[in-house]
Every structure is written in structure tokens, then in C-alpha cells.
């Protein structure tokens, strides 16, 4: 007998303990105990080199609440997810289905298609949306209707504008610290690109943030 043979003899083994898995309630039943709450077994018959052991495993319910306790997880970590990405509540409740129609129907149908095609659009051909109109027909409704569809599908987004992550770079010891974190999000979100130009002459600053986020060289005409 090997050492691996000896290894999976052991864990067998392991399992078989009554003490460490019966609770009060169970019951035995073809020499199977069995929960007492939902009636499926506790243990299984498994032949292993010619030998019959019966490790426990879980049950029916037990199943169940360990299954329900990775959805809290999982919705845990979407939510927090989502408070890093929005820089307020009120941007964070944008959504596809809260939609009123009000603003231009074509591009929030090109904004759902974007959204729900992202690993193709994005990940794989490297493509972006750019919004541009009015104040009020719903550029930064649609943009971040596309972050909270995403991260309910378990991307990172980051929701901001070049305003903020200026006063990131002021703050920050190191800059390039800065552009790791920015680029390392699945989706990015500028919002009012363009504002800044009346008073932001930053572009030292802002080049290599921006080149960290499109992946291709900047001219002149960008800033």
C-alpha cells in the first residue's frame, strides 16, 4: 500500500466519525444515518480497495444553507463592489429597468448591448463607448447603467471623473500606484469628459493615467 492509498484510507477514515457530524435528531436507516430535519443520508458507501467506508457528507439541508451562505457572500461582495464604484447613492441606483424613456433611446439600446456583450466588446476587441450631448439627455445615466449591469455579473467598475483622480494623483506617494489601481478595473467610467478643460492644465499629470486606460498613444488633440 502507497502513501497515496494510505492518505485516501485515512480521510475515509476521518469522515466516518459519528461524534464529529450526528446531530441530535438524526436517525439510522440501512446502517446510513440520516437527517432528522430533511430525511436525506448523511453518509456514503464508497469501496475502495476492497473495503466498504462510509464517510459522512452533507445533507439535503445542509447543502442548502451552505449554498445560501455563498449567495450572501457573493451578493456581499457585489455590493461592496458597487460602493467603490459609484461616487454617490443616488448614481449607484441607474439602471437598465428604472430607464423612463425620457432620454435618447439609441444610445441606452447601444449601452445595453455594450453591457451585455462586454467580454467581447471589451475584453476581447478592446472597444469603449463615448457619450457626448446636452446636459440632461442621460450620458451619465446610460454609463452607469452599464457599471451596475456589470457588477451584478461580477465585474469591477470605477465610476469617475478627471477632477478626482487628479486630487488621487496629488495625494498619492507614488503615481504609478495610482495607474495600477485605475487600469486593474474591468470597466472605467469618465464622466464629463471635456469639462476639464477650461481650468485643468494637468496634462503631465494626466497623459500616462489616460494611456493606462486606452492602451494606445495620445496626441496632442486629446487633451
Known sequence: MNSM??????????FENPEMFVKPGDYQKHDIWHCGKCHTPKQNKVEFQGTVYTPFCECLCDKKHDEAIRRQREQDKIERRRQICFPDYETSLCRFESDNGLGDVHAMQVARNYAQNFEVMSQQKHL???FYGDTGVGK?????SIANFLI?????????DFTQIEGMLWDADSKQQVYNEIAA??????DDLGKEKR???YRDDLEPCVRNMVK????DEDF
Open 5 to 14: 492509498s494510505d492518505a485516501v484510507i485515512g480521510m475515509f477514515k476521518a
Open 128 to 130: 469603449g463607448l463615448l
Open 140 to 144: 451619465s445615466f446610460a454609463a452607469a
Open 152 to 160: 451584478d455579473n461580477g465585474y469591477s467598475c470605477y465610476m469617475s
Open 185 to 190: 478595473y474591468d470597466l472605467l467610467v469618465i
Open 199 to 201: 481650468f485643468f492644465p
Open 216 to 219: 494606445k498613444p495620445i496626441s
